[in-house]
Nanobody, 124 residues
Framework: VQAQVESGGGSVLAGGSLRLSCVASRYTPSTGYMAWFRQAPGKEREGVAA????????SYADSAKGRFTIARDNAKATVYLQMNRLKPEDTAVYYC?????????????????WGQGTQVTVSS
């Protein structure tokens, strides 16, 4: 059973927007974090944004600041990533991560559970 399922990816032109959703099966509102990562071909998986389940406080990678917004809906056990002003370099498979075990919030090693990923393609 998947811990979470991502959706909302697709193909857009540069400058466009997408909203990704992640429905978690192992969601703990009171503690822990959930995060979005992405991986482009030939690159390491990198953290994009993380959010505290309890209060919604967020952390962002420099590449995401000012363009992306992470949010959560505890009642729906869902985490969102609103992506605006998309650039071709945002093209990647985006993954939702959960079961934070400690460590840097935007480090892949800090999470135990991963979704299957959703493709985001941004073209000029």
């Amino acid at each position: 059973v998947q811990a979470q399922v991502e959706s909302g990816g697709g193909s857009v032109l540069a400058g466009g927007s997408l909203r990704l959703s992640c429905v978690a099966s192992r969601y703990t509102p009171s503690t822990g974090y959930m995060a979005w990562f992405r991986q482009a071909p030939g690159k390491e998986r990198e953290g994009v944004a993380a959010i505290a389940a309890a209060d919604g406080s967020a952390s962002y990678a420099d590449s995401a600041k000012g363009r992306f917004t992470i949010a959560r809906d505890n009642a729906k056990a869902t985490v969102y990533l609103q992506m605006n002003r998309l650039k071709p370099e945002d093209t990647a498979v985006y993954y939702c991560a959960s079961e934070w075990t400690g460590g840097h919030l935007l480090s892949a090693e800090a999470y135990q559970s991963w979704g299957q990923g959703t493709q985001v393609t941004v073209s000029s």
